[in-house]
């Protein structure tokens, strides 16, 4: 492992916990919601943008911002936004607004997967390295300022969504993230934790999806992509296993909840749908929605209501 950066220390050294809100794009959330409306979902990916993330050190994010992370990533070619989002090739930029607002503190990449299916060989396992230092004066990941190597095991730990955290690829994991949820994931109505222990199974921490309040987070998160996090760790805690718990949460907001918003309404079909909540088992991701209409004046009773997954 290289010698920890010494922006790196400064950045992290004295975390306890962080706030992460991805901001909403309207953009993004404007296209989806019209695609969804002549019954072409599919189309909404047209309008995929990039993602940021606005990081704050206290309750609330109502005072001082700490981090911000960009994301850098092709919109189109095999493996690019347009195609395979969300699990599309991407680099995750973290700066310290304070400090400087080109040069990274950290920096993250993720190759492009086969998402939402059984996590049975390399190709479906999601995954990410993390970087400490600048990726501009790199041109590209630099090996020797990798400080960690997050990746799903075979068969995604089962009913549980897990990741391993360690050192490089191959090495034994010091760290392990596992949702505290059996087969079921996501949805709003309670908060997501996501547990991190040892290799002795000791706790290190945890990484909490926060259920939305109030009426303007019910409405991002029916209408948007946009979650928000929050990330407990030591203070004391090594700062490289910290840089890579940060990494982590990014990587789980793309895996698990990184979809078009809960609520998609349907004109043509006259159908409004939406996901109660997302049924995992051994890395397979499959949404349970709820469904209304659909009729359309054809006849057909079957399509009336109920709940498909």
Not at 87 to 96: D, Q, R
Not at 292 to 301: A, F, P, R, V
């Amino acid at each position: 492992m290289p010698e920890t950066d010494p922006n790196l220390e400064a950045a992290l050294g004295d975390t306890e916990r962080l706030i992460v809100k991805q901001k909403a794009d309207l953009l993004e959330a404007a296209v989806q919601a019209a695609a969804n409306a002549v019954d072409l979902s599919g189309l909404g990916s047209f309008g995929e943008q990039a993602n940021e993330y606005l990081i704050y050190t206290d309750e609330g994010g109502d005072g001082k911002q700490k981090f911000k992370v960009v994301e850098t990533s092709e919109y189109c070619g095999f493996t690019g936004r347009c195609c395979c989002r969300p699990n599309h090739a991407l680099t995750l930029h973290l700066f310290e607004p304070e400090v400087s607002t080109t040069s990274e503190v950290m920096y993250m990449d993720r190759p492009c997967k086969c998402g939402q299916c059984c996590a049975c060989c390399d190709i479906c396992q999601q995954e990410m390295r993390v970087y400490q230092g600048d990726l501009k004066s790199d041109n590209e990941p630099n090996p020797n300022h990798q400080i960690g190597h997050i990746k799903m095991p075979a068969m995604g730990g089962g009913f549980s969504p897990t990741l391993n955290v360690m050192d490089r690829e191959g090495a034994e994991p010091f760290a392990t993230i596992k949702a505290n949820a059996f087969c079921c994931i996501g949805g709003m109505c309670c908060d997501h934790t996501f547990e991190v222990t040892d290799a002795n199974g000791n706790y290190m921490g945890k990484i909490v999806k926060e259920k939305p309040e109030g009426l303007s987070q019910v409405a991002k998160e029916l209408g948007t992509d946009a979650d928000n996090f929050t990330i407990y760790v030591p203070k004391d805690m090594d700062v490289q296993k910290k840089a890579n718990l940060l990494a982590a949460l990014h990587l789980i907001d793309y895996w698990l909840f990184e979809d078009e918003g809960d609520f998609n309404c349907d004109v043509v079909n006259q159908r409004c749908e939406c996901k109660i909540c997302d049924l995992y088992c051994f890395g397979c991701v499959c949404p349970c929605k709820c469904s209304c209409g659909g009729g359309g004046g054809d006849g057909d009773d079957g399509d009336e209501g109920g709940e498909e997954s």
